[in-house]
């Protein structure tokens, strides 16, 4: 893996922007070439938005990082045409164990409905992601995508003003200033941007502290995720276990608060402490070491004026769950279509307001579940290290109990239920799991799956009838009712008519629907007044 590591992705050149006698304004900056900033410029490419990507670095990020990525981030890989590289090189997994010291207790199925083209999560290291992002974003370049990626370019000074964000970059060969209608800010967990702005963090910071070790190995393990409390080779702490592609292995180890952390991370102790986990006989390599914090903190606002925060920069939550890079790629999934929308003149500025109260959203839902998470896993009392050692006691036999075990609720797409967006349900007896604001589940059809066939646009996609064509929507037609349609979108209904959004959120449904009533939702997601 080092010569990954040491290979420049996108080296610094000179751009004609740096010898411009006045700064040049570009329709979108963003500052973070990570996952989530990737995933932007991809977005926002794929959608003929021109859009520069600046990076003070020039290579993947170091060390596994993020390593599980959920059904939805792959689905939304799928729509930025990366989604197959990624499952296909990614450890597939859906199964998870929870151990309560040397015994199992229970096990879970994330997936245990068929008929979904993605699994419900693969684990892959971070670096490969964005070196498939980056061979992806290359092959936009080629087609002709506007993209602009621009390594060895730091930003160390931003002006946002009323009606553009004006930088300052660095490079090898000194500063230029540049221009842009909107900023996105993926530029992680100590963003420079925000604190360049004055703008901080609310939330908890846990005291205890994680030692993560990917280690490469020969192992017989299953693909599977296995979670202890209490096990017998990290007494009174938790651990976890996780294969990623190349033979290496994630392990997890709490440590607890009061440590020494660089003398944790020492090469022999990291080992003797994997040694006591798998045994003398296990030969392994380190491979990357870290040690982390619990934080579950977010930003009060992630839109700023023409500054829009996503990713790290926007919210931390801990790693127990996945819910950190996923949820980044969820920002942008809910940000790029709007801002195309806005920029093209076809929607209000203030249909950005809604990435803020939609996002902030799900931040505050995966702060929730992950502080929750934390407190199991961590209980700060004798009375909760009591209820939980009595919940993992009564799981191992008795199923009422299994739903109270937490040891990190794994990331799922937040339904946006209260959207100012979204329009009222107009199917009364419908899924509540497709209902206004929900995020639309996969369902094989004859020539692929659905998801396939919604693209970055509105799509009016119409169940056991025909689809009317509207004005500013893409129409879907699905006259044979397949179980798997019948389950998710109809529910008792004979017909539905669906209004999807280019995020493949639902925005409106109904039994049925006027061309008024369709056009009016249609106003409405687009921040417009129905």
């Known amino acids: 893996m080092t010569r990954l590591f040491e290979t420049p992705l996108y080296p610094y050149t000179r751009h004609a922007d740096q010898d411009a006698a006045t700064p040049v304004r570009h329709p979108v900056i963003i500052v973070g070439a990570g996952p989530v900033g990737l995933a932007a410029a991809l977005d926002l490419g794929q959608q003929g938005v021109p859009v520069v990507v600046l990076d003070e670095n020039d290579k993947v990020s170091h060390g596994s990082r993020a390593i ?14 990366c989604g197959d590289p990624l499952t296909e090189r990614g450890v597939r997994w859906n199964l998870g164990k929870v151990f309560f010291g040397d015994r ?66 660095d490079t090898p060969e000194g500063p230029y200033e540049i221009e842009a209608e909107y900023l996105v ?70 440590l607890g608060w009061d440590i020494d952390r660089e003398k944790e991370k020492e090469p022999e102790r990291v080992k003797a402490r994997v040694r006591q986990m798998l045994g003398p006989d296990v030969e392994f390599e380190l491979e990357w070491v870290s040690i982390y914090t619990f934080q579950c903190r977010r930003m009060d606002r992630f839109r700023h004026g023409r500054v829009l925060f996503a990713g790290d920069a926007a919210h931390q939550v801990s790693p127990f769950g996945a819910r950190g890079a996923n949820s980044g790629l969820q920002d942008t999934d809910n940000l790029c279509w709007k801002l195309r929308l806005v920029l093209a003149g076809e929607a209000p500025d203030t249909l950005l307001d809604s ?101 970055s646009t509105f799509t ?36 539905a008519l669906y209004l999807i959004r280019p995020d493949q959120h639902v925005a409106a449904r109904w039994a049925d629907a006027t061309p008024d009533d369709i056009q009016s939702a249609l106003t409405r997601a687009k921040g417009g007044h129905a």
Request: charged share 25%.
């Open 104 to 169: 199992k207790v229970y096990e879970f199925n994330l997936l245990p409905e068929e008929g979904h083209r993605r699994p419900a999560f693969i684990n892959l290291q971070q670096y490969h992601l964005e070196n498939d992002m980056v061979t992806r974003l290359r092959q936009m370049q080629e087609d002709g995508a506007p993209i602009d990626l621009r390594g060895g370019s730091k930003v160390t000074a931003i002006d946002a003003r009323s009606d553009h964000v004006a930088l300052t970059v």
């Open 460 to 495: 009016l996609l119409a169940i056991g009838r025909e689809a009317p064509n509207i004005s500013g929507t893409t129409p879907l037609s699905l006259p044979d009712i397949t179980e798997d349609l019948k389950t998710r979108y109809l529910g008792d209904a004979e017909s």
């Open 68 to 81: 599980c990525f959920s059904k939805r981030t792959l689905e939304i890989a799928d729509r930025l045409g």
């Open 355 to 455: 990435y803020d109260t939609e996002r902030v959203e799900a931040a505050d839902e995966n702060i929730l579940n992950s502080s929750r998470s934390t407190d199991f896993i961590t209980p700060k009392s004798t009375t909760s290290r009591l209820f939980r050692d009595a919940v993992l006691d009564l799981s191992e036999h008795h199923a009422f109990a299994r739903p109270l075990v937490n040891s990190g609720r794994l990331s799922i797409p937040c339904i946006h239920a209260g959207s100012p967006l979204s329009t009222p349900d107009a199917l009364p007896t419908g899924p509540a799991r497709t209902r206004p604001g929900a995020p639309c589940p996969d369902a094989p059809l004859g020539n692929g799956y659905l998801l396939d066939h919604l693209g």
């Open 185 to 254: 800010a993926c530029d992680g967990a100590g963003s420079p941007l925000r604190d360049m702005l004055g703008l901080g963090f609310t939330g908890r910071v846990f005291e205890d502290n994680f030692l993560i070790a990917d280690v490469t190995m020969q192992a017989d393990f299953p693909t599977e995720r296995w979670f202890w409390f209490d096990p017998p080779f990290n007494k009174g702490q938790s651990a976890l276990l996780h294969k990623q592609p190349d033979g290496v292995w994630r392990i997890d180890l709490q």
